[in-house]
């Protein structure tokens, strides 16, 4: 074969498979766009929820600050690892409600649960929560609105006495109750 001849080949060939046609273009465009909107769906919906997460976060942030309740020693004595309320504790917090109730005010309560530096940080933070749980299901016991109240663990990063004696450690085993407008 001559140098012509092999030379036009290779064009007609180059030409008839190197070439996409617009149709194949466009359905693989139109897959894309399809994939790429669906992950955008996703993502929009995550943010929506984070969004109204950071609204009620906010809600709280925004409230002036009223007072707050310290649940420790003299009245919720959280024994190590445990997040059960006392009966003294129920008392207090049964009162708490009344108040909120009499007071009739929008009000919001953050709950923040706290530990001693006894064991891992990740497992107080889990007991933190726990605590502050039990206040926040007590209360609503006793009719406050879950929507008022936002529970938050510190765990052992916030104590209130010095972790390395016996007093110190139960002083920081407490829930803090946070009111505000």
């Given at each position: 074969m001559n140098a012509s001849r092999l030379a036009l080949l290779a064009a007609a060939v180059f030409a008839v498979s190197g070439c996409a046609t617009k149709s194949?273009?466009?359905?693989?465009?139109?897959?894309m766009e399809s994939r790429?909107?669906?992950?955008?769906?996703?993502?929009?919906?995550?943010?929506?929820?984070?969004?109204?997460r950071a609204e009620m976060a906010g809600k709280l942030a925004e409230g002036k600050f009223l007072y707050t309740v310290v649940l420790a020693?003299?009245?919720?004595?959280?024994?190590?690892?445990?997040?059960?309320?006392?009966?003294?504790v129920q008392s207090r917090l049964t009162d708490l409600a009344g108040r909120l109730k009499a007071d009739n005010a929008n009000v919001y309560l953050e709950i923040q649960g706290h530990t001693d530096a006894t064991g891992p940080a990740d497992y107080n933070r889990q007991?933190?929560?726990?605590?502050?749980?039990?206040?926040?299901?007590?209360?609503?016991t006793k009719g406050v609105a879950l929507d008022r109240m936002a529970?938050?663990?510190?765990?052992?990063?916030?104590?209130?006495?010095?972790?390395?004696?016996?007093?110190?450690?139960?002083?920081?085993?407490?829930?803090?109750?946070?009111?505000?407008?």
């Open positions: 194949y273009v466009d359905e693989r465009v139109a897959a790429v909107n669906g992950r955008i769906d996703e993502w929009s919906a995550t943010s929506r929820e984070a969004l109204e020693e003299d009245d919720l004595n959280f024994a190590t690892d445990r997040a059960t309320l006392s009966e003294l007991l933190g929560l726990r605590r502050a749980e039990a206040v926040q299901r007590y209360l609503h529970t938050i663990s510190y765990g052992e990063d916030a104590p209130a006495a010095d972790n390395s004696t016996a007093e110190g450690r139960r002083a920081n085993r407490r829930v803090e109750v946070v009111v505000l407008k």
